[in-house]
T-cell receptor
Framework: GAVVSQHPSWVICKSGTSVKIECRSL??????MFWYRQFPKQSLMLMAT?????????EQGVEKDKFLINHASLTLSTLTVTSAHPEDSSFYIC?????????????FGPGTRLTVL | DAKTTQPPSMDCAEGRAANLPCNHS???????VYWYRQIHSQGPQYIIH???NNETNEMASLIITEDRKSSTLILPHATLRDTAVYYC???????????FGTGTSLTVIP
């Protein structure tokens, strides 16, 4: 199946700093990618839809100025957590959308664990 | 909001079939049922999907009731590596976003 990679796999940062997480679609060109956040013992929560060459679409309640998404190429989307605080500590997961498949399947990355001290 | 209801947890003996139910009573005619699973601290993994017919692949079988208001994911011979959280999601085939519900935490017991 298709492969999605994320980098880094984990990151620890100080409060107030910004952290960038990369999501790469390795098998096909993904015009659409998604970012999710998952807190411990909770389900995945969709944060935003990343569209290549245009602005991301954010879900209700997600601060677009805090979670900056850039999808500058067909294989790379980045999520930047700006001025991170301990409450932003979470597991961040991306996925890509294979529009070329018969059912728009999504493949998920391995996730990035962010810990803000 | 998630459109599915699943039991929060289930146990299954190793080697036995694991039957995971999902209720989706408000499903629309053009919405598919997808199943993903998430092993601890990993990204979700696709298992299977279907519209109205039963489906089977190398991982599992999906049984959808005739009225499509519920479905069951069957892992025919559960192994310890099948311990994971299983998510049932409904979405139209041409749709984009997946909205995850709370899922079922399956524990396979030796």
């Amino acid at each position: 199946g298709a492969v999605v990679s994320q980098h880094p796999s984990w990151v620890i940062c100080k409060s107030g700093t910004s952290v960038k997480i990369e999501c790469r679609s390795l098998d096909f060109q993904a015009t659409t990618m998604f970012w999710y956040r998952q807190f411990p013992k909770q389900s995945l929560m969709l944060m935003a839809t990343s569209n290549e060459g245009s602005k991301a679409t954010y879900e209700q309640g997600v601060e677009k100025d805090k979670f900056l998404i850039n999808h500058a190429s067909l294989t790379l989307s980045t999520l930047t957590v700006t001025s991170a605080h301990p409450e932003d500590s979470s597991f961040y997961i991306c996925s890509d959308l294979n529009r070329g498949s018969s059912y728009n399947e999504q493949f998920f990355g391995p996730g990035t664990r962010l810990t803000v001290l | 909001d998630a459109k599915t209801t699943q039991p929060p947890s289930m146990d299954c003996a190793e080697g036995r079939a694991a039957n995971l139910p999902c209720n989706h009573s408000t499903i629309s005619g053009n919405e598919y049922v997808y199943w993903y699973r998430q092993i601890h601290s990993q990204g979700p993994q696709y298992i299977i999907h279907g519209l109205k017919n039963n489906e089977t692949n190398e991982m599992a079988s999906l049984i959808i009731t005739e009225d499509r208001k519920s479905s069951t994911l069957i892992l025919p011979h559960a192994t310890l590596r099948d311990t994971a959280v299983y998510y049932c999601i409904v979405r139209i085939n041409t749709g984009n976003q997946f909205y995850f519900g709370t899922g079922t935490s399956l524990t396979v017991i030796p």
